[in-house]
């Protein structure tokens, strides 16, 4: 059974860094997209960054535009996790954020796309 389990989240200042982890138990995604998304309450589900190939079997990612230069997104293939590295947070980034897995190589702004979902681990940035 494939499954997808974060964590990483928690409370922080305004300013401070988390590091999210989104472990692949079953090593099933190691050659597909994977992405970060998040919702915040009463919000729609939303992409924070992905990571990918095109066709050509170039590394792709893609971040939010209100996410450029503060998150990243990395794999670690031995480990079989891929993480969401976040820096100066601001309070508007406080949402439960969800790993993501498709059986695609490519990435996709569209949550729809991903087939499989963690649980979710909430991230609380306070001001």
């Known amino acids: 059974q494939v499954q997808l389990v974060e964590s990483g989240g928690g409370l922080v200042q305004a300013g401070g860094s988390l590091r999210l982890s989104c472990v692949d138990s079953?090593?099933?995604?190691?050659?597909?997209?994977m992405g970060w998304f998040r919702q915040a309450a009463g919000k729609e589900r939303e992409l924070v960054a992905a990571?990918?190939?095109?066709?050509?079997?170039?590394?792709?990612?893609d971040y939010a535009d209100s996410v450029k230069g503060r998150f990243a997104i990395s794999r670690n293939s031995a480990k079989n996790t891929t993480y969401l590295q976040m820096n100066n947070l601001f309070p508007e980034d406080t949402a439960v954020y969800y790993c993501?897995?498709?059986?695609?190589?490519?990435?996709?702004?569209?949550?729809?796309?991903?087939?499989?979902w963690g649980q979710g681990t909430q991230v609380t940035v306070s001001s």
């Open positions: 993501a897995g498709r059986t695609k190589i490519v990435i996709d702004r569209r949550p729809g796309v991903y087939e499989y």
């Open positions: 990571n990918g190939w095109n066709g050509l079997g170039a590394n792709m990612v």
């Open positions: 079953k090593r099933y995604f190691s050659t597909y997209a």
